[in-house]
């Protein structure tokens, strides 16, 4: 079992980047897959979450209205768009899910960096 982050980069503010999450060694589509990011502080805080049911969707509230969180069973991946970026988005994002019902997989982190 395996999570593949990636697709973030450096943007400036009010731009926009997608983050993938590309799930292995089992099907994403039966799993619940969270985005988190951490600052420069040492907790991870999570930003959205999609369940097993797409109508199980997650965000928090700073992120709302501008990033959407998606799932392509087909692709075994799940997107964060994310729009209107800010420079409080900078963060190291880490995509996150919870295997069997214990085994806790993190992806292994995407740097995006938002400038003013």
């Not at 998606?70 to 899910?97: F, I, Q, W």
Request: charge should be negative; charged fraction near 15%; glycine fraction near 16%.
């Amino acid at each position: 079992v395996q999570l593949q982050a990636s697709g973030g980069g450096l943007v400036q503010a009010g731009g926009s980047l997608r983050l993938s999450c590309a799930a292995s060694g089992f099907s994403s589509e039966g799993y619940a897959i969270g985005w988190y990011r951490q600052g420069p502080g040492p907790e991870r805080m999570g930003v959205a979450c999609i369940g097993s049911s797409d109508g199980d969707i997650y965000y928090t509230d700073s992120v709302k209205g501008r990033f959407t969180i998606s799932r392509n069973n087909a692709e075994n991946t799940v997107y964060l768009e994310m729009n209107g970026l800010k420079p409080e988005d900078t963060a190291v994002y880490y995509c996150h899910t919870t295997y069997a019902g214990r085994y806790e997989y993190w992806g292994q982190g995407t740097q995006v960096t938002v400038s003013s």
